[in-house]
């Protein structure tokens, strides 16, 4: 399971850093994402970092890039989302979810898709 | 980048009916990299349907997937007072971005 935590109320222009917290899996092979969801909006991909054998690569949504950075710490089981120069626009409930994947025999790849998912973590930024 | 646009936005049934719920993209998609989520109000949005059509472990076998390219279903083929919901479509391809559409929210007539 995936358990965020950190979330609160922060005001404009300030930061604020997101845990999640991963067990009953070996978390250190998988990459894990953030997504967001704006009250009574849909979900927004935020960002991901992939495994140690994939480098720890880092990717963004252009909303939150320049301004959040995701790490892990493997020997934790635990990602992080740092977010940085916080937006009234960032407020969301803010989900880590694991990135899964299955092998397509047909087209002779792995196929991938968000198969666990936290509980969210709510952020408000306000003054 | 690539936008998924859903329709319709609300899709208003009653239990026992069939629901089809459209994810249109704005260029085409690996199939392979096309899913669906389900999510009630209050919870985290869950796996139902990867690759575009297969189904996730223990999602019932009323919910299939289908479409290829810029075109694809999601079909629930006999509505159960559960999945009353918003569904969501969801892409990534060889960029490392991963994109959602809007949202179908299914509701009880």
């Known amino acids: 399971q995936l358990v965020e935590s950190g979330g609160g109320l922060v005001q404009p222009g300030g930061s604020l850093k997101l845990s999640c917290a991963a067990s009953?899996?070996?978390?250190?092979?998988?990459?894990m994402h953030w997504v967001r969801q704006a009250s009574g909006k849909g979900l927004e991909w935020v960002g991901r970092?992939?495994?140690?054998?994939?480098?720890?690569?880092?990717a963004y949504a252009a909303s939150v890039k320049g301004r959040f950075t995701i790490s892990r710490d493997d020997s934790k089981n635990t990602a992080y989302l740092q977010m940085n120069s916080l937006e009234t626009e960032d407020t969301a409930i803010y989900y880590c979810?694991?990135?899964?994947?299955?092998?397509?025999?047909?087209?002779?790849?792995?196929?991938?898709?968000?198969?666990?998912w936290g509980k969210g973590t709510t952020v408000t930024v306000s003054s | 980048e690539i936008v998924l646009t859903q329709s319709p936005g609300t899709l208003s049934l009653s239990p026992g009916e069939r629901a089809t719920l459209s994810c249109r993209a704005t260029?085409?998609?690996?199939?392979?990299?096309l899913a669906w989520y389900q999510q009630k109000p209050g919870q985290a949005p869950r796996l139902l349907i990867y690759?575009?059509?297969s189904r996730a472990t223990g999602i019932p076998d009323r919910f299939s997937g289908s479409g290829s390219g810029t075109d694809f279903t999601l079909t629930i083929s006999g509505l159960e007072p559960e999945d009353f919901a918003v569904y969501y479509c969801?892409?990534?391809?060889?960029?490392?971005?991963?994109?959602f559409g809007q949202g179908t929210k299914v509701e009880i007539k």
């Open positions: 970092i992939r495994s140690r054998t994939n480098s720890y690569a880092t």
């Open positions: 690759a575009a059509s």
């Open positions: 009953g899996f070996t978390f250190s092979g998988y990459s």
């Open positions: 979810t694991r990135r899964g994947s299955s092998w397509s025999p047909g087209d002779a790849h792995y196929v991938y898709f968000m198969d666990v």
């Open positions: 260029q085409s998609v690996s199939s392979s990299y």
């Open positions: 969801q892409q990534h391809g060889s960029s490392p971005e991963w994109t």
